[in-house]
């Protein structure tokens, strides 16, 4: 069996350490949460985990582009350009202008929210709202860990089906 190489091998443990710390925080998080939402208090938990999501993304988004594959070099100049762009015109920008993105923010927030406040009452075990909550982290903790995850099982799924692309077993 080989083994999918999900992780930056080239950071050796730190990069593991960092996957597997952030995994376990935020699954903690998404149980904390879920304890909370079954004790009645449901607006907390969501507004907690909704606060959470839009701050770790903002947070990250910054250095994503630090850690993008060679690849995308282009698509991550092209990203730092429009982060830029929209700084630049804010700060030109009238307290109306100010005032219209934080709207735009609100509502993406206040929409994390509602489907954090729906994920929250349909989940009816703290070890799915666990499950989800690592499976997020790992999403964003290590941006190629779900790609080199499908990678593998494509790859797989290749192999079992031989080599003419159907299943052997059918004809």
Known sequence: MIIPAVFNRSAGATHVAHVVGTCFLVGGLFIFAWYLSS??????????LA??????????GVGLSSVAPIEFEGSVNAIRQIQADFT?????????AHALVAVAYTAAFL???MVLSNFLTAVANPLLAGAVGLV???AVASPSLIHSLID????????????????????
């Open 51 to 60: 606060y959470f999501a839009v701050t770790f993304a903002r947070q990250m």
């Open 152 to 171: 593998a099982v494509n790859t797989r799924n290749r192999r079992a089906s031989g080599p003419e692309g159907g299943n052997a077993d059918a004809h």
């Open 88 to 96: 630049r015109w804010l700060a030109n920008r009238s307290a109306v």
């Open 136 to 138: 997020a982290a790992a």
């Open 111 to 113: 929409l994390a929210r």
């Open 39 to 48: 004790s009645g208090m449901l607006e907390v938990a969501a507004t907690g």
